[in-house]
């Protein structure tokens, strides 16, 4: 690569910074439509109007108020596992265990508020939360562990760990954690007794679901961000990924920040799963994850792994995965089609980081020859 | 009743079971071993098992035959594969996101026709057993291993003729070269893309393979998310077996076995938690893991795109 030039006087460099922005944004963007494109062609093959089908996902989040705070719900959780994908990636540690680690933070935050119902509120509930990143954060500790001390392939390791969660979790909801009242019922419903309502999240607009975890997901961004760009452990996250032996040689212990990032990623996942409990179900039942560990990739992804660009990104997909929903009830189109999308947006986005690589490349030595030019 | 349990009947049934339920993880395993060697990580491996055992199942369900569904599931497997090529090898995306993508996709897809097109869980008549001649009469010996169906026997088979795929053959030698050093293998005049493609493609195709001895020769029967991380766990194996074809034989046996075990026990009703024996499979994957990766050497270049001139 030709040094950049010291001096370029026509092109002032200021400028540029928003125009990587625009195109940054432009090739998720331009993802996104590719598969939903891809996703009509198929569609169109199953006979199934895609003008329909899309048109139900847009008034499903845009047609009512209902609908629209739903979009904020479903975008909590999936902001708080995108923040901890993107502590992980920025450490180029592939964290897929969220869905396991969203079950522990579920369990943790349920088990702390029925075992210490009888707290004062102010206690209990930040105790819940505490809980619940703690044990999100050891479902991400032992693959961190076990990268930083045999090596083992992190995605491997938390794919297994997300199949062991699940089963620890029907365990518990059948056995020791099951509802006395559906035991009473004769029911032997799988799911938790509800919560006390002291853990209760407020709900922030009345007749809808729509509850503080949204605030406290934003706030988390914003902390996000400046740990990872303004503290020591954030630079010495971000440089083990950018170039671990770069930092190995500047005495960064990289194995230990691995494992460091893949515990926090644990740890937010471990919140989103007690949002989900105090916000929106009041209990821990089967289902609880609705997938949102493998969709929190993708927003994570969308968002450029920038906690900040994760805000609208979080967003976008839960209006996605809402629109979804009210898609199946209204023109019976399976929301598996979302699915279906959303793994080509993964597809598509990491395969155009190439591209966009390339044309940076590009233009970089297009404006250096600019640069040159201009001297001579 | 945990002292009589294990009777000569019961281990019968537990290794026959065990034979035949490392079909699916041979076919997947050996094809991952194929693209693994060339240097690529498919982690889409459970994705294309499950379009595979949906396109497998309804093939069959429709037609009423195997032979066609397997065929359409590889050829399902091989358009996947060809994905998954053009995004790692072409577009040189980093290879365990685009797998997630892949798999995520997979999953999505399968889910989405089966619900379309078919809707309630139903059973198809899947690959009849087939007992060997002679051989298949002998007592216990028999039964354990030669009256299985024609895809159980064909994933036993692939294990010699992959090893004499990648160890004797010209092809099988590329592979081994792209995948250990892609920056000679190229300036010896090597298409490192074009083998990575065929690697990546031929595993993938295998993948769908395994899919359809899943749904109509294992179960005889789809529903989502059918393969329940069974791909993965062939990735894991891969890792396991050293990356040769009967290292991934003796994992693919060792977790087939405990997994017959712990179907045997619920079905006998053992006092273990139907839960904690499922769990079974996945401890031991992690386990293994453990102890495989520091034991063998990788090939150096798994995971790295190439690129000319970048060495």
Redesign the interface.
Known sequence: MPPAPQSAPQKPLARLPWKNLLFGAALPVAAMLAAFLLGAVVLLALRVNPFTAYASIFSGVFGSLSGFTQSLVKATPLLLVGLGICIAFRASMINIGAEGQIILGALGATAWSLAFRDLPGWLLLPGALVASFLAGALWGFVPGLLKARFRVNEILSTVMMNAIALQLMNLLIRGPLIDPAGVAAGTYLAQSERLPESVWLLRLIPQTLLHTGSLLAVGLAVVVYIFLWRTTIGFRIRAVGLNPDAARYAGINVPGYQALSLTLAGGFAGLAGAVEVMGVHHRLLEGITSGYGFSGIVAALFGGLHPLGLIPAAWLFGSLLVGADKMQRAVQVPSALIDTLLGLVVLFVVGSAYLSRQWAARREIALSKQGKESEG | MNEDILTLAVVTGILTSAIRLATPYLFAAVGEAFAQTSGVVN?GVD?IMLVGAFAAFYVTLQTGNVWLGALVAILVGLLMGL?MS??SVT????Q??????????????S???F???VGTVQTVEGFRAVKIPLLGDIPVIGAIFFQHSIPVYAAFLLVPLAWWFLEKTTWGLKIKAVGQNPAAADSLGVSVDKVRYFSVCLGSALAGLAGASLSTALVNLFQ?NLT??LG??A??LV?FGGWKPVGILAGALLFSAVNAFQLWMQVLGANI?S??A??LP??L??AA??FA??RVRQPAALNKPFERGEN
């Open positions: 982690l994705g994905l053009f995004i577009l040189k995306a980093e365990g996101i685009s797998g997630i993508g892949l798999y995520m996709f997979g999953l999505g897809l889910s989405l026709l619900k379309l097109l989502e329940a991380g993965f766990i990735v894991a890792y938690s839960d904690v499922v769990m996945y401890l994957t992690i893991l453990v990766t520091n």
